[in-house]
T-cell receptor, first 113, second 116 residues
Framework: NTKITQSPRYLILGRANKSLECEQH?????MYWYKQSAEKPPELMFL???????RNETVPSRFIPECPDSSKLLLHISAVDPEDSAVYFC?????????????FGHGTKLSVL | GDSVTQTEGPVTVSESESLIINCTYS????????LFWYVRYPGEGLQLLLK?????QKGSSRGFEATYNKETTSFHLQKASVQESDSAVYYC?????????????FGIGTRVLVRP
């Protein structure tokens, strides 16, 4: 699936600040960040619809999402913690209804030293 | 909250054998959630395999089938004859929407290895 691109693919950090990027070329209104830790299912972090943050699951405040335009999604992480080691998936869908198919990117694997 | 439980992997089967991955759900936020199977092939992102949004209906794709059973709250995935290309991680998921937008709740995933 090259229609949703994420960068970087791999990220190894000490206690630093970093941003993950996602871009979708599908013309979708909704964009999501999901986090998948080892041995756990993917879990929703944030949902944007038409650039507005409409769903914010219980996420530490060091994670700050940003949606500069309807095709781009960023995730800023400050002072990462070892528990943040995970794969972060970006996804998009045409609308925000429960029967929508989500389109996922390949993910960014974050390893915190 | 909502939850999804599925067969623990890895599941190893030989080519042309049948496969079943069990999935049961608990939906506290919605009476009749939408149900999905997503798959992640090696080196690729998650993609939709099939979905069913009406209880009692069956979905099918690429030889896989799953029936939405609201009595047993199950959505098992089956294939009669697997191929090596079916080696992947399969995720059962429940979809719900509230005033804050939609959300997928995933199971932990089942890794399937198909031996040639």
């Amino acid at each position: 699936n090259t229609k949703i691109t994420q960068s970087p693919r791999y990220l190894i950090l000490g206690r630093a600040n970093k941003s993950l990027e996602c871009e979708q070329h599908l013309g979708h209104n909704a964009m999501y960040w999901y986090k998948q830790s080892a041995e756990k299912p993917p879990e929703l972090m944030f949902l944007y619809n038409l650039k507005q943050l409409i769903r914010n699951e219980t996420v530490p405040s060091r994670f700050i999402p940003e949606c500069p335009d309807s095709s781009k999604l960023l995730l800023h992480i400050s002072a990462v913690d070892p528990e943040d080691s995970a794969v972060y998936f970006c996804a998009s869908s045409p609308y925000t209804i429960s029967n929508e198919r989500l389109f996922f990117g390949h993910g960014t694997k974050l390893s915190v030293l | 909250g909502d939850s999804v439980t599925q067969t623990e992997g890895p599941v190893t089967v030989s080519e042309s054998e049948s496969l079943i991955i069990n999935c049961t759900y608990s939906a506290t936020s919605i009476a009749y959630p939408n149900l999905f199977w997503y798959v992640r092939y090696p080196g690729e992102g998650l993609q939709l395999l099939l979905k069913v949004i009406t209880a009692g209906q069956k979905g099918s794709s690429r030889g896989f089938e799953a029936t939405y059973n609201k009595e047993t709250t199950s959505f098992h995935l089956q294939k009669a004859s697997v191929q090596e290309s079916d080696s992947a991680v399969y995720y059962c998921a429940l979809g719900e929407t509230n005033s804050a937008g939609n959300k997928l709740t995933f199971g932990i995933g089942t890794r399937v290895l198909v031996r040639p």
